[in-house]
């Protein structure tokens, strides 16, 4: 993939943004903006900021990859202070440090700053863990520079002030990366609202809503007339346009939200922004906070923008393979575009390419490509008059009508 985590302290940066678009990074947050397009800014800051607030009610990605990847996170920034940065801030809210971050502050040896003691000082150097009050605004990047910092960056943007701005499953993917040379192919995703479970679930990207509500215990047959599919959390998501059997997540999808026409509409803002923050009540499931499975889905339909709402200033990814092409999980299936900001994309299951085009390509286990083709088989194949052999009669076959003598055709009444 390009650097490795053990030399990274004698990688230029360049080689650097390199290895990070390589592997298809993009924030895994809810944006999904490449990350390389931030790390190419790397020599001009001097400050890393680590968006561990995960303010979603419903969200335990974060804070579970904090607490049972701690030696993997504190490598990583060693290394990155070693040759990138003065500082690395992890901004946590307060309320979760005794069962989440504790174990990351020791390992990383961690300066830490309560609430009251904001903003850090601006000598600070290493790493430093600054907490914050529980308030859902402070997972807006801006605001929680602000806060950490007293750093005010207006329509800038954070690296205009020295910080790049991460957060922890992006930072995660990076780890992978560097250490073990792995491309972002699947996602940490929840599902939840009005499904009989929450799920915290590992996926492949691509893989279908359908899949994830049969998780959740909702299998498509079982949605109710009026639900509404959102991408996102309670307090920020969007509506999905796309049939549930034809959304595949993408590498920002932190939770496939099911919701009722009516709160849907009720709680839309500007930019179609849905917040039911003030009607969502955690109590209605049990949730967990740690990933209890891995889907395996049949199919996965991945897409070549992350999120298209920052088309035009980001570009789709340009698919190289074909219908019928075999790939294996990792492989490289679409490369950056020539121009603008582009990341690729690799092949998130094994399996066979069953459609491109330049939103999407579709890939195949191979159990489903031979059941598509055993299904193919089934029937007569004929599609045109014939007769039967036996009585005579002029028809066209049912396609379901088995063939038994493969150069005559029999009809029913006559077996």
Not at 209 to 236: C, Y
Not at 293 to 317: C, D, H, K, L, Q
């Amino acid at each position: 993939m390009g650097v490795s985590l053990s030399r990274l302290d004698q990688t230029a940066v360049p080689e650097l943004t390199t290895t990070i678009r390589n592997a298809g990074i993009s924030g895994a947050g809810g944006a999904g903006f490449p990350s390389y397009a931030k790390w190419e800014r790397a020599e001009g800051v001097d400050s890393l900021l680590i968006n561990h607030q995960e303010s979603e009610p419903n969200f335990f990605v974060d804070k579970w990859l904090g607490r049972t990847h701690t030696a993997a996170l504190a490598a990583l920034f060693d290394a990155l202070l070693d040759r990138l940065f003065d500082v690395i801030v992890v901004a946590a809210k307060e309320v979760d440090r005794d069962e989440h971050t504790r174990e990351l502050e020791a390992a990383t040896d961690a300066t830490v700053y309560q609430p009251d003691e904001l903003p850090i000082d601006d000598t600070e150097t290493g790493v430093v863990f600054a907490y914050t009050d529980d308030r859902y605004e402070y997972g807006m990047e801006s605001v929680l520079l602000r806060i950490v910092d007293d750093t005010v960056i207006g329509n800038d943007l954070p690296m205009d002030h020295g910080w790049i701005v991460q957060n922890t499953e992006s930072i995660y993917n990076l780890y992978r990366t560097l250490a073990d040379g792995t491309p972002v192919t699947h996602k940490y995703v929840h599902v939840d609202g009005m499904v009989p479970r929450h799920r915290f679930l590992r996926a492949p990207i691509g893989t279908p809503a359908t899949e994830l509500l049969r998780a959740a215990g909702r299998p498509i047959t079982e949605l109710p007339a009026d639900a509404v599919l959102a991408d996102g959390g309670p307090g920020w998501c969007f509506s999905i346009d796309e049939p549930p059997d034809r959304f595949g997540i993408r590498k920002r999808t932190n939770c496939l939200l099911v919701i009722d026409a009516e709160t849907a509409t009720k709680h839309t803002l500007g930019g179609n922004r849905i917040n039911i923050l003030a009607e969502y009540d955690r109590s209605e499931h049990e949730m967990e906070t740690e990933p209890t499975a891995t889907i395996t889905p049949e199919y996965v339909r991945i897409p070549m923008i992350t999120n298209a709402a920052f088309e035009g200033v980001v570009e789709p990814s340009e698919p190289i393979v074909e219908p019928g092409d075999r790939v294996e999980t990792g492989q490289m299936i679409a490369t950056p575009s020539s121009t603008g900001i582009s990341i690729p994309h690799h092949a998130s299951i094994d399996g066979t390419v069953t459609a491109v085009s330049e939103r999407c390509i579709e890939i195949e286990t191979d159990d489903r490509v031979r059941a598509t083709r055993a299904a193919d088989d089934i029937g007569t194949g004929i599609s045109y008059w014939t007769w039967c052999v036996t009585c005579g009669s002029h028809v066209i076959p049912p396609l379901d009508e088995p063939m038994l003598d493969p150069t005559r055709y029999v009809c029913s009444e006559c077996r």
